[in-house]
């Protein structure tokens, strides 16, 4: 039968309410009686009448002597044949019981979807179904009558919790739960009425109370159910957390953070709270005990003032009681961990959460922000990922270019972006923070190291916290002290590790231990990365579609690209395929559920398999030991497309038993209802992301539909082999090479950076002026302020100091003698220089596209005389001087591959030239120029092979040998530059044998 809604009161974004609104409840016909009285029958007929009749007709199944040797010598005869008969029906006997008892618990403990009894498909469906019908009417009867555990618990005592429950259990029997709790919440209504009455008349603000009970089943409860249940929109409950901060409690501690509250405490509530069990002031509720109504009235006289030492209160007492409340056999819950004074800004260190740049830099309604999307600048591992892929994605490109000729040399010049995909790389440079995803995975990783140091198991992690710096990891339960230099964090289901500490890891041999982290976004400056892997079950997403897909999409592109995922697999179904395009060995597409359902039975019992012959209770104590197989990777599904009920028992099912296996579950709903959920979110239009039950309210991270089509954009363009309808190679910037070009500013970068035509600036300056040229010099296509700012100051720098850099570098370039500046804004408002200020790198790109484009093509001595300049200008590496400590952004650029690319095709070029006149020396020499650039160019030292081979001089070719030999190593020499020096020199094995 459908669930029923009504409307919320609050506004359109609230999150649905999960308990069934007691308006009307279904009440139990005589068929459902019958059907619960033959349930009950044929329970007890086959639990109990079946190993009576067995005993009393074939006896029990076991012999009275142990004597295996004798057995085998004994004759079959039909006696033995009935014997073994017999066996095996206690057998099924016995595998029945243990099915309903597995239902049975599942059942009555909201545990959500019952485990597998091994072997039993059938006898377990039989078991599920006489259940569910025994407990169709016995719900019904539950929530009229208290059950044994809440006798001597007054009416309206056991009905909040039987509410809650319902909310929480997901599972096959949650029909049932919500049908129980509906008629126990009409009963609770009509109490709350008759007893609410009186206080109507009162004025709006008067006092009343709550006393907090873990609902059934549970060790917690959260502000957000109370604000729902009592004042009837759960986003109230910031008004309780602040009527009731720091105020002391009965055990002696304090409220300090809105996710986590304890039995026993006292909380004020608004005026306009109803319900039975709140009471108003203590002399007005006879009905409370003594000693409560002496704690609520202690409690009333600290009033609005007691305030101070809650932080330490509430760390001290947390770290002793709150871990074993909220960790214990209940359902999942994620708390905030506590806030620690954010670092002074001038400590010199980058936050291991990079602060989001619209809180440092630039407003939002700065002009100079426009056209970079917001959901990338502050989602800043998403974005460090997508680029370290896309630099990544742009040197295959250009090796492919250089060594095996595809698209016509394409990648040297990769297309430049513009329109959205131009706004998004911005934004990602602005955005990322590689320093964040290097020491979060350099942590987790050499925490594993750690505990299989000390042969300790890895915990189980429910999610991951980044705040002011430090990193927090929330387990599923106490797993004693962490191994140095972690430290318990504010309970015993904490583990924090600071930043200067997380500082001291070096990369670790080891599996990545919790791959299935994903951000999903932000709340009170933290920043949650939730553990897919370890959900017992599925995670439902409900909300818009368009919303729903800017999740996924935003989940699929950072575990896709990020470095601490690594071999995960992301299976998408009804939705992104072309986000393959990010990583085509991580991301795999599927066309339907069915292809999804079948690909997962499949996987599931390869897994289970798996675990069974290594000795393994789960892929997570098996994943950083000796095993470290592939067969351990995690793989996390995304299912976009609603499933149907049958579909999605099914997953549900295959989900049971998935945080075991490495799998995790991400389906979508539009009606927030998925049968077998887990943990359940919801997606507002505001971007809010919702999961009441795990506390949690978030500014979500998502990567809407126009910036996903951008960043895939980016990743196609990089392709050397797209269609010639794609972008085409993107000129270089050329400048006039002749005597009458002699540029006003010019900037050597090719080795020791060095300007020419500028006087050194004075004072501290100094050397962000020369970075910031540096960075315009080697983007010609225009620089955005945010994407200057965000080099130079990594962690971030207000808009004054910006804008006075920028007033200095304009100054310091000048004007050209028609008065234009040399630092300009274009129409795009990015930054770009005039052509009168020139770099040695554009000077070598025009020497070599003029020798082999342009007049050296139809003049041989034009030709050489071109080549033989470029080479001129190679010094060293580009910035050979930078220090250590500055020109980071580098890593982000792909100019480093460009450059020894250029250099080895210029000497090859000007080798060449020399070889046509048969001046093997003079190409020798070009050849040894190029690669003391490009030393690891195999193109150049088999050219450098074949030009001492033309001077016939076998001493000096099986000296060279001798060094190819040494400078390849324990590697060896690489299959075509063996190939080639068989052709040249076939003795040059043993040669060098004899030369040592």
Known sequence: MPRRRSPSPSSSTAPRNRTPQPVRVRRRTFGDFVKAFLAFVALAVLLVGVPVALAMTAG?????TFEPMEWLKQDISVSTFLSILTFVVWLAWAQFTACVLVEMKAALSG????????????????ARQLVAALLLVGATAASFTPSLAQLGQTFDDTQRPTVAAAQQTPGLFAQQQEQAAGAAAAVAEQAGHSEAAPAAAKKQGDTKFYRIQPPEGRHHDSLWEIAERHLGDGRRYKEIFELNKDRVQPDGSRLSEASLIRPGWIMEMPGDARGGDLVEMPDDAPEVSPEVRQQISDYARTGDGASGGGDQAQGGDQAQGSGNEDSGGGAAHVDLPQQRPAPAPDTGHADLRRPAPDQVATPAQDSSSFGLPEALLTAPLLAAGLLGALGHRRRQALWQSAFAGIG??????????????????????????????????RSLRGLAASLAAESRPLPTVYAAWMSNGDLHLQLAQPSGKPPSPWQLGQDQTFWMLARADAETYEDADTAAPYPGLVSLGTMDDSRLLLNLESVPGIVSLSGREEDRAAVFASVAAELATNGWSDRMTITLVGFGEDLTALAPSRLRHLDGIEALIETMEAETRQRRGALGAAGHDSVLTGRTGPAQHTRWAPHLVLLAAEPSPEDAMTLAELAADASRLGIGYLVGTGSGDLPGAAWEMEITGEGRLLAPLLGLELDAQLLPAAQRRAVVELFTDTDPERSPDGPGTTPPFLVDISEQGRPAVYARLVGPYEIIGLETPDGERSALLHEALALLLLHREGVHPRVLSSAL?????????????????????GTDPDGTPRLRTDDTGRLTLAKSVVSDLDVLRSLYHEATQGKGVDSRAVRGRLLTD?????????????????????????????????????????AEFHMEKNRAEKAIEALNAALRTAPADERLWHELLRATHALDDPERLTALASDLVARSGSRGLPPRTEALLDELLPTWRDAVAAAG
């Open 60 to 64: 029990w199944p076991f012999p009275e």
């Open 111 to 126: 545990v959500g979807v019952p485990g597998r009894v091994p072997g039993a498909g059938p006898s377990q469906l039989l």
């Open 408 to 441: 016509g040399r394409r990648g040297m010049e990769p297309p430049t972006p513009t329109g959205d995909a131009l706004d998004v790389q911005d934004a990602l440079l602005v955005g990322a923070d590689p320093e964040g995803v290097r020491l979060l995975d």
């Open 793 to 813: 100051w990594p962690r971030g720098v207000t808009d004054d100091v910006r804008g006075a850099l920028l007033d200095r570098l304009r100054d310091w370039l």
């Open 870 to 910: 470029a080479l001129v200008l190679v010094r060293g590496p580009l910035l050979a001087d930078r220090p250590e400590d500055r020109y980071r952004w580098l890593t982000h650029e792909i100019v480093d591959a460009q450059l020894p690319l250029l250099v080895a095709d210029t000497g090859l070029a000007l």
